[in-house]
């Protein structure tokens, strides 16, 4: 399964970014997705999750200033990110975790990373 995300780019303090990310391949089942973030010199963290029945969970930092959401039929996430801090800045990256199927064999587990979109906030 491939995940393609998009939608970064530069905005001043205060503005918003969308993100999307899509997933491509054949005879899968995702139910897990979520949206990461890496800033220079530090470790990747949890920015959002959502499961197949569109509950979420979001990191503290995210908390009333993004929202993630997904279409299924679509197998496409999103990421309004408002009121966006120069803390935000990093490289953002989709995940997705499911189930792949294999016709005559059976299924088996996957994870997918995005390859990362750039989200730089000027203050």
């Known amino acids: 399964v491939q995940l393609q995300a998009s939608g970064g780019g530069l905005v001043q303090a205060g503005g918003s970014l969308r993100l999307s990310c899509a997933a491509s391949g054949r005879n899968f089942d995702i139910n897990n997705m979520g949206w990461y973030r890496q800033a220079p010199g530090k470790q990747r963290e949890v920015v959002a999750y959502?499961?197949?029945?569109?509950?979420?969970n979001y990191a503290d930092f995210a908390k009333g200033r993004f929202t993630i959401s997904r279409e299924n039929g679509k197998n496409t996430m999103y990421l309004q990110m408002n009121n966006l801090k120069p803390d935000d800045t990093g490289v953002y990256y989709c995940?997705?975790?499911?189930?792949?199927?294999?016709?005559?064999?059976?299924?088996?587990?996957?994870?997918?990373w995005g390859q990362g979109t750039q989200v730089t906030v000027s203050s």
């Open positions: 959502i499961d197949t029945s569109g509950r979420t």
């Open positions: 995940r997705a975790l499911g189930t792949h199927t294999i016709v005559g064999i059976g299924t088996s587990d996957f994870g997918s």
